[in-house]
């Protein structure tokens, strides 16, 4: 009781990377309060069954609604600063709340990895190499029975300033050379911190082209609107000229001081991109994404959260970044699904920066050529600004669509003659033709001509998909891996043969068509390296005459200018898709591939092959464009409840038992049913289309309402239930908030 009245606050409550929806509660000892002022944010070292863990306190409170003998003191402080600030701190709680997501995970997924490890959150100290006065004009020669120790003093000495530890790897230095010479006292070794902010990028003074009529309403609206919350919907087909609209407004909100966060999707940054704002801004530009190490990524954090960096450019997880001074949020390609993490904790990165957003009181800029239906809804009820370009910036022309009805025609690897004849006149002209297929890897199943076996995953219920050059069978569902077979392993058979085929294959069969022609394919198999996809831009940009093929890689940022044909092999795939949104995506992504044809001077042709030249649905597409496509769309799933009109919520299961997901959801649909208001509507449990997935059975119930209010506490009541169930069984449950697949 004394310890209480000693210190500030008697409890902190803390927040668990643990799977419980739930705060822990401390004791801060008297030792404890007496050196630090704990403030929500800082990071604690408490324990945690009979381990020491890692939290975030999220709260001071004198009150703790357990018995105070029982709650356990913490352990050590970890951080002298919050690594949270308060408004992130807002925007977690709030996530949690809205995905029912626990807070503890929800908190954790904000921090870069690091500092979820307990690194320090400062930027790194590296060693750099210097010269003692001896060393400095030391003579090389002596050290002639050493060469490593000579390449070693050799190259500190050419760098007056030091040489940095990662310069001295890039050089090839030994180490053990440089230990030698600081112990014969000529050179010693200063720590220096690492802090990239300050270094500019080579900013160009350009002459910025005179914006179009659209653009200039657009950047005006966008301009007037910059110092409170708003959401604008700036809608323009590919190479209109958005980026262009988004760089001025930036360019004047880092003019006032602000940063400027700029999301994209997973692989939609391109170095063409990067180079583009790096040359049009003088100011220190962070990258977070994916492909970075944790470390560079922990740095980028840093420099955002000092104020440093003024523009910071990343994918789904940058929406938690800490920006002292944001001033605008810009989503670009926002109809991009990477946006949503399908796993784990399940946030839309465009719903949470609107959010965030709007607690900070700062617009928002969402930009797509092929609006989500969400926003578009929103723009159509006025509840977002929706801004048009509907023609080309500069003069290029829109690509006409057109359909190649495959119906009785002898097709050629897949080829229509129309679309050979056509990618002849294209090469012809010295222009490039781009084949769009977005199935990845040699053939999508391998069969046995004498009793029908077919490849098949162990795991999952799906077919494995060959993969020639590596010589693999593949999973692309849980990533199992095979040698390719030869041989039947049901019949022993020599005879197999591949059905279908993937983007591998039709570039192996164009090479024989167009012997003389670079073929270039982009898929996940082409570009695993890093930097392959900066090579191959390359390499299109350095030739004139290219057949690119390639999945929906393709669809993302790229400019080719000189591709002037675009050849959509398989219109159809995803137009019978059992998922509401298929028609969605189909659209989008057909859009998005012929918005590659013609992005410069000259102009372009879109070929679409298809079954069902006649489906409503393409031809409104062909002849309408998308934004009526989509109009058209919406309406129907007004009709249909679905969403965005009615809020959507799925509670999947899963477990290695085949009945057991099912039976769960369904005992749990039976206690809970009875409370659950009228408004909400539910189905299922269901199989999940795909039931099994890596060895895991897999279930699923839908809620859905026209209010969010009764969804969420129907949802409430849901993750209550299981949570406690979850315990007693082996299984495992997830709850998607705003779900975008089935
Ligand atoms: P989007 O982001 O809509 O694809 P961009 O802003 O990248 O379009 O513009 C496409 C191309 O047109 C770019 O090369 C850009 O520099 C150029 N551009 C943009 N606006 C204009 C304009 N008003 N006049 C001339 N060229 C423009
Ligand atoms: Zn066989
Ligand atoms: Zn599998």
Known sequence: MSEAMLTPYSFIKVALPVPMRTLFDYKVPKAIALRHELKPGMRVKVPFGKSTRLGVIVALTNHSDWDPEQVKPLTAMH?????????????????????????GDVIFHALPVLLRKGENAEFRTENWWLTTPEGQHFSLEK????????????????????LSQQTVSVLDLAPAAGKSLEEKGLLRREPRTFNKGGEKHAHQTQVLPTLNPEQAIATEHLLDARHHFNVSLLD?????????????????????????????????LTPQTLKRFETRFN?????????????????????????????????????????????????????????????????????????????????????????SYESLANALQKKFAWLKLRSRAGNALIPEMERVDLRGKTLIHGFSEQALAHMKLCLDRKEQVLVFLNRRGYAPTLMCHQCGWIAACDHCDVNLTVHKRANKLHCHHCDTQKALLHTCPECHSEELFTVGEGTE??????????????????????????????????????????????????????????????????????????DFRGMERTAQLI????????????????????????????????????EHFAIDGLAERRSLSLPPFFHQVIVRAESGNEQEAMQWLSAM???????????????????????????????????????????????????????????????RFAIDVDPLET
């Open 79 to 103: 951080d002298e600063r919050p690594v949270i600030t308060q408004e992130l701190m807002e925007l977690c709680e709030w996530a949690a709340r809205y995905y029912h997501h626990p807070i």
């Open 143 to 162: 050290l002639s029975r050493a060469p490593r120790q000579q390449d070693f003093l050799k190259a500190v000495q050419q760098h007056p300033n030091g």
């Open 236 to 268: 323009g087909v590919t190479g209109s000229g958005k980026t262009e609209v988004f760089l001025r407004v930036m360019a004047r909100l880092i003019e006032d001081g602000k940063q400027v966060l700029v999301m994209v999707p997973e692989i939609g």
């Open 283 to 371: 100011t220190d530009i962070v990258l977070m994404h994916s492909n970075m190490s944790d470390r560079e990524r922990l740095d980028a954090w840093l420099l955002a959260a000092s104020g440093h960096a003024k523009i910071i450019i990343g994918t789904r997880s940058a929406a938690f970044i800490p920006a002292p001074n944001l001033g605008l949020i810009v989503i670009d390609e926002e109809h991009d699904t990477s946006y949503k993490q399908h796993e784990g904790f399940r946030y839309h990165a465009r719903d949470l920066a609107i959010k965030r957003a709007q607690a900070l009181d700062i617009p928002v800029l969402l930009a797509s050529a092929t609006p």
């Open 505 to 578: 294959q039709v570039e192996t069969q164009l090479s024989t068509l167009f012997k003389e022609v670079p073929i270039l394919r982009i898929d996940r198999d082409s570009t695993q390296r890093k930097a392959a996809m900066a090579k191959l831009t390359q390499k299109i940009h350095e030739h004139d005459q290219a057949i690119l093929i390639g999945t929906q890689m393709l669809a993302k940022g790229h400019h080719f200018p000189n591709v002037t044909l675009v050849i959509i092999m398989d219109a159809d795939a995803g137009l019978f898709s059992s």
């Open 591 to 626: 859009t998005q591939v012929a918005g590659r044809a013609g992005r410069a001077k000259k102009a372009g042709h879109v070929l679409l092959q298809t079954y069902h030249p006649d489906h409503a649905a393409i031809e409104c597409l062909c002849n309408l464009g998308y």
């Open 669 to 731: 649909r039976n206690d809970l049913e009875p409370l659950f208001s009228k408004d909400v509507y539910l189905v299922g449990p269901y199989a999940a289309i795909i039931v099994r997935k890596a060895g895991q059975h897999r279930a699923l119930i839908s809620l859905k309402s026209a209010q969010r209010a009764p969804l969420h506490h129907a949802v409430q009541l849901m993750s209550d239930w299981l949570e406690q169930s979850a315990r007693q069984h082996r299984i």
